[in-house]
């Protein structure tokens, strides 16, 4: 695992707080309306103290497992009980109770079978669990997520299932060198964002999308909601 120093994390948060700041700006928005979420997967444990000492509350890791060694450890940290855990990668139905339990919001519900266990685990601990839909905007075969056109009749059953909580979408653009290529898949997400806004059961839904590579073109097209990993914690390990 690469060494991450405390001063080059604060340095990193700056520098991204100002790309940010200058991106809502041009998009006639403000920094402060769009959240941080740092994605911590790979990274160890001490890391939290930093993203705490930033004033960061919303973090994300990928894999089941590794959240649960995590979040028991980061929870003797000050401070660990206001940050807000979501889970970002591919989740699988036979670990979907436990990453009930374990996260606060699970931004990677793509399929109706999962959104109704999910359910009825909320249902089972009388807490309802929240969740972001995954929108599969980009083609790429690797991708996960609804497809557009899959939305409406998913939100027709998923809409009704009283223990879900849907706060809003999530997506990935696919991978290029030049993040203005991402602009058209972002600028579709937040088209199929508002068009769906009824089904969303908070009062300030969820647009999670941008990258580290991409995350200025995303807060112009309106990302409520940035998933930053190397441009905090610098790059990770291969896995
Ligand atoms: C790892 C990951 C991120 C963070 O990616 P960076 O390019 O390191 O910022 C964001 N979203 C998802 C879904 C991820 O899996």
Redesign the pocket.
Known sequence: MPAVSTSSISDSYQRLADRLSRAAERAGRSFRDVEVLA?T?THPAPVFREVLALGLRQV?E?RVQEAEAKRAEVAAFPGAQTLRWHM??RLQSNKAKKAAALFDCI??VDSLALAEILHREGERRSQPVSCLIELKVSSEATKSGLAPDALEPFFEKAGRLSFLRIEGL?G?APLTADPSQSRPYFRQMRKFFDKHRAWFNVPRPILSMG???D?EVAVEEGSTMV??????FGA?AAA
């Open positions: 994605v997967k994300a990928s970002v990668g931004q990677s999530m990935l990258m580290s590579g995350c998933r930053i990993g190397t441009a905090l990770r």
